[in-house]
């Protein structure tokens, strides 16, 4: 671990770049499935509402019950190696989804159940990576354009993702385009397998009790003002976010009776402004004070769902008020996921970097299954523009709790924490 290897700029880390590029394609695999799956559940099967919000909540499910379990795990474990495991598992699982419906045997309590086992399999992989990238990159310096790095990977795929989706959908039927990310999952191995960084050995401790050191994890996050809010406002984002998207597939589906290449196309078209955001966001931290960055951003993420409702018209016109929507909320979480993440490595030394981040993931990703479910019932009651109008205004009653949060106080990125 020599200093001039932690200086050395990202484009010339070859372990970096593997990561990057397996976790490349494995995030535009998964935007098949974010939209092949409900799809499946809505040709296959003819789901309900409800039936397709109780799919979204279990795909998420598993962030709730398991995140802090598998965070204790992770920082005992060689990170690589579990991710290794979790994305194994993805493969095989999504594999066998086509297997199924060609041998008609797929069920409806069968997709439902392989989405839950993916979702613990995505848990495992989402605790470790974050808390593996430090090991890839080793000057905390580096760390806000890694994190850009991968928000711009994330906000490319999910531009190209859902129109790549709608296509493969229309081509192959829902069922079967799953085979694509099933295979990005096996490119994403074998990068994988081919990183060379040495990762240290975790100590060894008899005396270590997993109930205390997931104590431990929690105390950090919700001990420092800072960490908490993030935490807390990021579930509400979460629970927006996943809300808005689940109500506007149905009501696009049911509704409007839009095909699945065109809702791959509205979400695609709305997702450049996440891109846009990410590519922006390393300049942005570096001119305007950090805080201000993050208030501007999250309000457009927890504001830009109040355009869907007023959506009406032409279907071309509708259409461009829904994808502005969807900008503006993407445009704001491209630039404050940058933020969040930088500032959460930041201020986590590297033995609580696993434990932070499933306290992280388990009030996002259980925001989000929250959210999932509420977009079926709600929908099932109120209809989904009625719902929509619901979602939009209480997300938008989250945004004074960004105004009163700590992190707007923030001129700068504080400085790193270090071991013990």
């Known amino acids: 671990m020599t200093t001039s290897y932690a200086a050395a700029p990202l484009r010339t880390n070859r372990d970096f770049r593997r990561f990057w590029f397996g976790e490349t394609l494995s995030l535009l695999g998964s935007q098949v499935t974010t939209l092949a799956l409900p799809l499946t559940a809505l040709q296959v099967f003819g789901a309900s509402d409800r039936e397709v919000g109780l799919l979204r909540f279990l795909q998420l499910l598993p962030y709730l019950g398991l995140a802090l379990i598998f965070g204790v795990w992770v920082d005992r474990a060689r990170r690589r190696r579990v991710m290794l495991g979790a994305n194994v598992a993805r493969l095989l699982l999504l594999g066998a989804i086509p297997l199924l419906h060609w041998a008609d045997l797929l069920t409806l309590p069968g997709l439902l159940l392989v989405a839950t086992a993916i979702g613990v399999a995505s848990v495992l992989f989402d605790v470790s990576w974050m808390a593996y990238v430090p090991v890839l990159v080793r000057d905390p310096r580096q760390y806000v354009e890694a994190s850009a790095k991968l928000a711009m990977t994330s906000s490319a795929t999910d531009v190209a993702g859902p129109g790549l989706a709608g296509v493969l959908v229309g081509w192959l039927t829902a069922p079967i385009a799953l085979v694509v990310d099933a295979c990005s999952y096996a490119v994403s191995v074998v990068t994988l397998l081919f990183i060379r960084a040495p990762e240290p050995r975790?100590?060894?401790?008899?005396?270590?009790?997993a109930?205390?050191?997931?104590?431990?994890?929690?105390?950090?996050?919700?001990g420092r003002p800072?960490?908490?809010?993030?935490?807390?406002?990021?579930?509400?984002?979460?629970?927006?976010?996943?809300?808005?998207?689940?109500?506007?597939?149905?009501y696009g589906s049911r509704d409007l009776r839009l095909g699945a290449q065109t809702l791959g196309v509205v979400f695609a078209a709305a997702s450049v402004g996440g891109l846009i955001g990410s590519a922006i966001s390393r300049r942005v931290v570096a001119r305007f004070p950090v805080g201000r960055v993050y208030l501007i951003a999250q309000s457009m993420l927890l504001l830009g769902p109040a355009l869907i409702p007023l959506a009406a018209g032409p279907e071309p016109v509708l259409l461009a008020t829904v994808i502005a929507s969807f900008f503006v909320t993407y445009l704001g979480l491209g630039v404050a996921g940058v933020v969040i993440v930088s500032l959460r490595q930041t201020v986590t030394p590297p033995e609580?970097?696993?434990?932070?981040?499933?306290?992280?993931?388990?009030?996002?990703?259980?925001g989000g299954a929250l959210g999932g479910l509420s977009a079926g019932l709600l929908s099932a009651a109120l209809g989904a523009r009625g719902a929509l109008i619901v979602a939009a205004t209480a997300s938008a009653l989250v945004v004074p709790a960004v105004f009163l949060s700590p992190v707007v106080r923030l001129r700068r990125l504080p400085e790193p924490v270090r071991s013990g």
């Open 226 to 250: 800072l960490l908490r809010a993030l935490a807390l406002i990021g579930l509400c984002c979460n629970f927006s976010m996943v809300t808005v998207w689940t109500m506007f597939l149905l």
């Open 211 to 222: 109930g205390r050191e997931l104590l431990d994890g929690l105390n950090w996050v919700f």
């Open 202 to 209: 975790p100590p060894k401790d008899s005396r270590r009790h």
């Open 352 to 366: 609580l970097m696993g434990r932070m981040t499933a306290v992280f993931r388990t009030l996002l990703f259980g």
